[in-house]
């Protein structure tokens, strides 16, 4: 597993700082928990790591169902 440079700060752009800021996060927050995020990931046994799998719920996407679509071709578009 390969660690983190603790002395590289993220590149902040303007959409992450707008929305980190409408949470009230400020940067130096999400560097502490994202370094507390790397310490319990790397004590984590593979065991762990197996009954977790073994225990989440599935995900499924509920999409709504398909509409017929007409196309209109006109012989002039399709030579063109």
Known sequence: MTRPDPEI?????????SHIAAHGIRPYQLNKEARQWEKEIAEEKPEQTARLIEEAEPFVAHRPPRQP???????????L
């Open 9 to 17: 700060e993220p590149d902040w752009d303007e959409d992450n700082i």
């Open 69 to 79: 679509v007409s196309l209109r071709l006109y012989p002039r578009d399709l030579s």
